[in-house]
């Protein structure tokens, strides 16, 4: 989450979704209904052949040959895998979810003592709005910077529960060393050294956002997120336990639905490995849905380079066969342009592809 720009951003009234669902739980306000192409239709029952690919950490860790190479199918392929055994104490897991519902179930005046200002992307509110007759998602946000420390804004860490700060401290630490370890697998997959991405990276950027989605009377006609890929280079996300399916990902031309497996984390590669593998392992468009009944709530972790290096395909991964397609860019620059624009599918990465005939 980079520094923003103060521009003078209109964005109107925005309902928070929860407050509308107590007062109102069969009203859809004009500015969540979507137009009639992007609201998500009802998903038929898919075939397990399209559920998207399982990962066990413990047996990467061991460097099994087979589960390197499943590493690699799953980042090719789909862009994106659950992790089983991923080293991450379950009081620990349980703890983030625990904090992160209470603070959602907080009166709104008590979570309005952290607002998101608009056109920023920290604090409670509805993140990626910028104009008044922008579409909105179905949830409730809460995001921190929590690495390196310059970046964070203390005002915004909540005083309740109080447990709030410690927990997110114990959780990021946690999850920090996952995405390390994740991206050392990820290089030995890609035939490269283990430690290219930690080398790279500098003192890595992670920020946390958790989404809360109240059920809604017409998941038919809104969205929980807006389609969109990740601007990091790995993001974490936890699904809460007792969560309906809301996570579709974006397979040719289905919406796949990510069925949660208990204690299993869902990974996913962000446009910055997209970039650096030269588009060969996919940050792949994703969304969130809403149910007519349930509620979910998601704590998603967002791991990137330090905003100060510059970055590009990597030369290993640019040959003949494999022209580049990526031009080379400050992270920090694009991290800039992510969160000054609105979610729209893969649209940001435009801002480093290299357009010419051959690429897409
Ligand atoms: C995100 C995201 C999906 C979800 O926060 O970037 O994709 O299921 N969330 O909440
Ligand atoms: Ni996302």
Redo the contacts with the bound molecule.
């Keep these: 989450m980079a520094p923003v720009p103060s521009l003078p951003i209109k964005v109107g009234h925005i309902d928070d979704v929860q407050e509308l669902r107590k007062a109102k739980p069969a009203t859809v306000p004009e500015r969540f209904i979507r137009d009639m192409a992007d609201r998500p239709k009802v998903v038929p029952n898919l075939s397990s052949s399209l559920d998207i690919p399982i990962i066990d950490l413990s047996k990467l860790m061991k460097t099994d040959k087979d589960e390197v190479m499943q590493l690699r199918t799953a980042c090719e392929e789909w862009g994106f895998f659950q992790v089983l055994n991923h080293g991450i104490d379950l009081n620990v897991v349980e703890d983030i979810e625990n904090v992160a519902k209470d603070f959602f179930m907080l009166p709104l005046q008590e979570k309005q003592k952290y607002p998101m200002a608009p056109g920023t992307v920290q604090g409670y509110g509805q993140a990626f709005v910028f104009s008044e007759n922008q579409k909105l998602d179905w949830?409730n946000m809460f995001a921190l910077g929590v690495e390196p420390p310059c970046i964070r804004n203390p005002k915004l860490w909540p005083s309740k529960p109080v447990n709030f700060r410690e927990t997110l401290e114990i959780y990021s630490r946690e999850v920090r060393k996952l995405c390390k370890t994740l991206l050392k697998y990820i290089a030995v997959s890609l035939g490269l050294k283990g430690d290219v991405f930690e080398e790279m990276f500098g003192v890595a950027v992670q920020a946390v956002?958790m989404?809360y989605?109240p059920p809604c009377s017409r998941p038919d006609l809104v969205l929980?997120?807006s389609p969109?890929s990740?601007g990091s280079a790995l993001?974490v996300?936890q699904?809460g336990k007792d969560s309906s399916v809301?996570?579709q990902i974006l397979k040719g031309q289905t919406w796949v639905p990510?069925q949660p497996i208990p204690n299993a984390l869902v990974i996913n590669i962000g446009d910055t490995l997209e970039v650096l593998t030269n588009g060969k392992y996919k940050s792949v468009e994703?969304?969130?849905v809403t149910h007519k009944e349930r509620d979910?709530l998601?704590i998603?972790t967002?791991y990137a380079p330090s905003y100060d290096i510059e970055l590009g395909p990597m030369a290993e991964l640019v040959d003949e066969k494999n022209p580049c397609r990526y031009r080379r860019y400050n992270h920090g620059e694009y991290s800039k342009h992510y969160v000054t624009n609105k979610l729209q599918g893969k649209r940001t990465l435009d801002f480093a592809k290299i357009q010419s005939k051959t690429s897409n």
């Design positions: 949830c956002r989404n989605y929980g997120l969109h990740d993001t996300l699904q809301g996570l990510v994703h969304r969130a979910r998601s998603v967002f």
